[in-house]
């Protein structure tokens, strides 16, 4: 996430993906560690930070610029043996598959929802 333009974001994703272990780029915020997403957006935006990795939603939120740096998937995973047909499960495999958290999560920049609920493997 960036302030302003393209300008600044791709100075800093270019200076952020050239980074060498133990390096220190001149970048503003470098040094700075932030424990949340909206946190680092606030960095931004109050100018402490140059740039951040952050969540699109995020720089959304404060009307900054978002460039993508890589995507991520996240995958829930329960044993099938003594958890997932479990009476308390339930109610999160509902919500898991129900078109109207899929519509919610649609409404936020940067989110994939096709493959949420979706059972991908079945292990031994």
């Known amino acids: 996430m960036s302030t302003a333009s393209a300008g600044p974001a791709l100075a800093c994703y270019s200076t952020i993906t050239s980074i060498s272990w133990g390096s220190r780029p001149d970048v503003r915020g470098y040094e700075r560690e932030e424990f949340t997403h909206l946190a ?12 951040g990795l952050g969540i699109a939603a995020a720089a959304h939120a404060l009307k900054l610029d978002f460039n993508p740096f890589t995507k991520e998937r996240y995958d829930l995973v329960i044993p099938r043996t003594s958890h997932y047909e479990n009476e308390l499960l339930r109610p999160l495999l509902d919500l898991l598959s129900a078109p109207e958290l899929h519509a919610a ?5 940067g989110y994939d929802t096709s493959r949420v ?4 493997a079945e292990l031994p």
């Not at 680092?40 to 740039?51: F, N």
Request: net charge negative; aromatic share 0%; proline share 5%.
């Open 40 to 51: 680092v957006a606030v960095a931004v935006q109050s100018g402490a930070a140059d740039c």
């Open 105 to 109: 999560i649609a409404e936020l920049p």
């Open 117 to 120: 609920g979706e059972v991908i």
